[in-house]
Structure formats: structure tokens, C-alpha cells
T-cell receptor
């Protein structure tokens, strides 16, 4: 069992739909990251969370430390949101910010 | 704003050759991380540096070495390349927690 699990693995939506991607983890963490990876590889950091909720534009990320769960929401989805969304955690037992990655969620938003 | 710069973006090498990847962190960032992402796989942590000293080590093969220089840029040296080393190598930098990733260097070993 992976330390970080995401669901769904693949998600197809129509433009304008509200999207939720979930992440569950099994270790104690100091922070959780949501990342976006486009075809060709570049990774963009969307959020770093240690508690509560953050919002940036149409993106919202929440975390529940007690339940070891985080969600990434995209409101009014757009085809340019199509990418792989990755949840990654900083386990307590590692130094610095070494990340353990989930397997990613492939999101496709159709016009 | 300046981002994390990696070079080269693409590199093709033969088996048993050597390769060097470079990472230039965001100015004033004191920590650099290297990750390896094989085809269809999650990124795997290789090594990190804080203030020019190795701060953490992950699944980095003995054939690989890395260092961070006085200007905070970092280099990942890979020797005796194997086909399985073909991957996207990411560098990330941080100052106080939030990570910023480079575009990656794609290494293909033939």
C-alpha cells in the first residue's frame, strides 16, 4: 500500500464542471503539496498546506490532519486545466522537505 | 520572476557514458532537491542540499554524485549510464518551505 494515495486516477470533465481530486496518506506529515504536471514534464507547485484551506483563483485546497486527507477542487474547469495533479507529502521522519508523491490524477477537461 | 533553471533540457547519451545536469535555484533559495521520474512513474527523491552541504539522501545510485556550489547552483553527475537511467530529472529549490520546480532535464540513454 502506497503511503500516498490519490483518487480518481483518471478524471474526464466537461468545461465548467466542478472537479474534486482526493488524497489520503498514511504517515504523519509536516506539510502536503498539490502539484500540477503538464505533458512534457514541467511541475508547478499549486499549494503547500499544513492545516485548513487555501484558495488561489479557481483552485481550492483543503486538508484534514486528523483524517489524513486532502482535497483539491477546481471550480469552473477549463480545458487548460487538463494536466496531471499530484499530491505529495513531507513525512515527519524525513529531514528537510523530501517529498513522497502520490501516483497522480490525470485530468482531462473537454470543451 | 526568476524561476528554477535546469540545463540541459534534453540530453541523449550512450550506455556507460557520463552526464552532468545543472540546476540554478531561485535567487536567495538556500535548498536544492533532485528528483528522478522514470517513464510513467512517480518522482523519486535522490538528494538534497542546504547551504552547500548535503542535507538528505534518497535512492541515489552510487554511480551518481551531486554537489551544491558557492553560488548555490547544483550539479548532478551520473557515470556509467544505464538504460534504466533514462528519466526526467527535476530540480526544486526552496527558502523556508514552499517548493519551486524546474522544467526538468530529460535524459535518454541509448
Amino acid at each position: 500500500k502506497n503511503e500516498v494515495e490519490q483518487s480518481p486516477q483518471n478524471l474526464t470533465a466537461q468545461e465548467g464542471e466542478f472537479i474534486t481530486i482526493n488524497c489520503s496518506y498514511s504517515v504523519g506529515i509536516s506539510a502536503l503539496h498539490w502539484l500540477q504536471q503538464h505533458p512534457g514534464g514541467g511541475i508547478v507547485s499549486l499549494f503547500m498546506l499544513s492545516s485548513g484551506k487555501k484558495k488561489h483563483g479557481r483552485l481550492i485546497a483543503t486538508i484534514n490532519i486528523q483524517e489524513k486527507h486532502s482535497s483539491l477542487h477546481i471550480t469552473a474547469s477549463h480545458p487548460r486545466d487538463s494536466a496531471v495533479y499530484i499530491c505529495a507529502v513531507e513525512p515527519h521522519d524525513t529531514s528537510g522537505s523530501r517529498l513522497t508523491f502520490g501516483e497522480g490524477t490525470q485530468l482531462t477537461v473537454n470543451p | 520572476a526568476a524561476g528554477v533553471i535546469q540545463s540541459p533540457r534534453h540530453l541523449i547519451k550512450e550506455k556507460r557514458e557520463t552526464a552532468t545536469l545543472k540546476c540554478y535555484p531561485i535567487p536567495r533559495h538556500d535548498t536544492v532537491y533532485w528528483y528522478q521520474q522514470g517513464p510513467g512513474q512517480d518522482p523519486q527523491f535522490l538528494i538534497s542540499f542546504y547551504e552547500k552541504m548535503q542535507s538528505d539522501k534518497g535512492s541515489i545510485p552510487d554511480r551518481f554524485s551531486a554537489q551544491q556550489f558557492s553560488d548555490y547552483h547544483s550539479e548532478l553527475n551520473m557515470s556509467s549510464l544505464e538504460l534504466g537511467d533514462s528519466a526526467l530529472y527535476f530540480c526544486a529549490s526552496s527558502l523556508g518551505g514552499e517548493l519551486f520546480f524546474g522544467e526538468g532535464s530529460r535524459l535518454t540513454v541509448l
